[in-house]
């Protein structure tokens, strides 16, 4: 026995060395000899000194990001390098319109990173926010028919029952004498965006799937609970620990070492698939049943209508997606529903408490629109027509824009190059070359596999291109626009606040919806001020507000709410 432990420890040690000397070789690779061939390298950028020292923290905080932005284009230019978390991380960050507007229209050739795509379907399944390629072609040709413009105003009813709702839960909240003050100048400390998403919620579970969360009475529903739960754990309280950085490397951790925020994903998804499966199968079924008895199926939420549309006729049987599919894109719709219009209008409201005279500005114009029956008096065709009323007030419309402009729901996103590929760019590009000279090239080179930074909050809030006042919020800026704000790409007037080209978000008429319908009832009804906590901005995931000091506490806008009353 003693003479063959020896050799077991031979063959134990050959086997490490085996298992090791290939992963150091790879290291030494990408630390000394890959980076010296990487183009991004010959572009201007900040220093970065130290081994682990990198950018991301100056570029993604939105505390100092417009700041950086401009330091780094008067400094260095509109097309960098900056260093990612690792030493051989070099990235492509633009504020060139043709550079960034060539990124986002070629979806095929730098898509979301498998990082990116892994956390996102660790979440919410591979719908279309994590789906590339072939797969997100066939989820979003299914998916587009149920957004279209008819099916989205017949959705304006509830978005403007719902709003009615929450009017109605706000005033009496406002005039319990116990909760708040009371008499004449009553108001009361209402954080706005706590409410506003749960509002958002029952909107996105009526329209989404023709189910009821009754969120704005109460928060009884373990669904919405699920749904609620699983995105403040695993999103707005995520601290980016390196727990969870590692774990994206290597899921195998969250296995056998889960801790609480992926326990509770867990049990959330368990939720999630066992409720939200239900109502999948139950609507196939009612959708069946009518086609069985010759009768088209009347349902106008979205799971209907992708339902609908994922069994259309002329849709070949290959184009078609799977429960599974259509599961992952009602977890997105919940996301990306309920979530961005949530912010948007909550930052936009925290927005009209800050410049209080915009604020009334906008309000007289609304009222201007205003029926003198009740909102819950009105049929639906006269609600569509007050809609229509409101959606084409110019001051209104200028709010919008500008509050989309100046604080995106999206800071900043990333992508990475699926091929070498050559980018053009608007202005010459100061470029290192081999022999040590410097010329001035009118594209870069990017390397298969480097990340390409889209900052968006950069590109929306650019001093050089939208005027010396692009920091501040002034929606008159849209009524006389600067003209190199239109070479600026986006879907959204000439912003990245809804993205660019083939992943452009789906959802931009229903969310313009939301946000105006909400607007509307809302500033009709009350009068918004800053309270006496500080406000900030944090990037996680999406641009999210909390109180200064208390971040752990998740998402906070709080704001004194109090009734509007006419002047005599």
């Given amino acids: 026995m003693s003479e063959s432990m020896p050799t077991s420890y031979i063959m134990l040690v050959n086997a490490v060395l085996a298992a090791f000397i290939p992963l150091l070789v790879y290291l030494l690779y990408l630390v000394f000899i890959q980076p010296r061939f990487n183009p991004l390298r010959k572009l201007p950028g900040p220093p970065s000194k130290r081994w682990r020292a990198d950018h991301l923290g100056m570029v993604m905080n939105p505390s100092v990001s417009p700041r950086m932005h401009e330091a780094f284009v008067k400094q260095y230019g509109r097309n960098i390098t900056i260093r990612g978390p690792i030493p051989w991380d070099y990235r492509f960050f633009t504020l060139d319109p043709v550079a960034l507007g060539h990124v986002m229209k070629n979806s095929h050739l730098y898509e979301k990173p498998w990082q990116s795509r892994r956390l996102i379907t ?177 349902g106008k939420d979205l799971l209907s209508l992708l339902l609908r549309s994922n069994a259309a006729a002329d849709l070949p049987p290959e184009q078609r997606i799977s429960d599974e599919d259509i599961l992952h894109n009602i977890n997105t719709f919940m996301f990306a529903g309920s979530d961005t219009s949530s912010l948007s209008i909550t930052w936009t409201l925290f927005l009209l408490a800050r410049y209080p005279s915009i604020q009334t500005r906008l309000r007289a114009e609304l009222l201007a629109v205003a029926p003198t029956a009740s909102l819950a008096a009105l049929t639906s065709e006269e609600i569509a027509s007050l809609y229509a009323a409101v959606t084409d007030l110019p001051f209104l419309e200028n709010v919008v824009r500008e509050s989309l402009r100046l604080i995106p729901p999206v800071h900043s996103s990333i992508r990475v190059a699926t091929q070498d590929d050559v980018v053009p760019t608007s202005v010459p590009v100061r470029t290192r070359m081999p022999d040590g000279s410097v010329q001035d090239l009118m594209h870069v080179m990017v390397p298969k596999g480097a990340f390409i930074h889209v900052p968006v909050e950069g590109f929306n809030m650019d001093r050089e291109v939208w005027g010396h006042d692009a920091w501040a919020f002034n929606p008159d800026r849209w009524d006389n626009l600067p003209e190199a704000v239109a070479s600026q790409p986006g879907l959204y007037n000439n912003t990245l606040s809804f993205s660019a080209g083939p992943r452009s978000c789906i959802g931009l008429r229903f969310s313009i919806i939301e946000i105006k319908t909400f607007l509307y009832i809302l500033l009709t009804n009350f009068v918004f001020a800053e ?22 506490e998740g998402s906070q806008c709080p704001l004194y709410v109090s009734p509007y009353v006419a002047e005599a």
């Avoid at 939720?271 to 239900?278: C, D, E, N, P, S």
């Avoid at 309270?531 to 971040?551: C, D, F």
């Fill in 122 to 298: 660790g979440l919410i399944g591979c719908g279309m926010l994590a789906a590339e390629g072939a797969a997100h072609k066939r989820q979003r040709r299914v998916a587009t028919p149920a957004f279209s413009i008819q099916n989205m105003r017949a959705l304006v009813p509830l978005v403007f029952a719902k709003g009615h709702e929450l009017k109605e839960r706000w005033a009496a909240m406002i005039a319990d004498p116990i909760a708040g003050d009371s008499g004449k100048d009553a108001r009361r400390r209402i954080d706005v965006c706590h409410w506003v998403s749960r509002a958002t919620f029952d909107v996105i579970g009526s329209a989404g799937f023709d189910y009821q969360f009754n969120a704005i009475q109460n928060e009884s529903n373990e669904l919405f609970n699920a749904y609620k739960e699983m995105f403040e754990v695993a999103i707005s309280q995520q601290q980016g620990s390196y727990r969870g950085l590692f774990a994206i490397y290597f899921p195998i951790i969250d296995v056998l070492f889960p801790d609480k925020a992926v326990r509770t994903v867990r049990r959330c998804q368990g939720v999630i698939r066992r409720v939200a499966g239900q109502l999948v199968q139950e609507k196939k079924r009612k959708i069946a049943e009518a086609e069985a008895s010759g009768v088209a199926h009347q």
């Fill in 531 to 552: 309270t006496e906590s500080q406000v900030g901005k944090a990037n996680v995931v999406l641009t999210r507000p909390y109180v200064i000091g208390k971040h752990m």
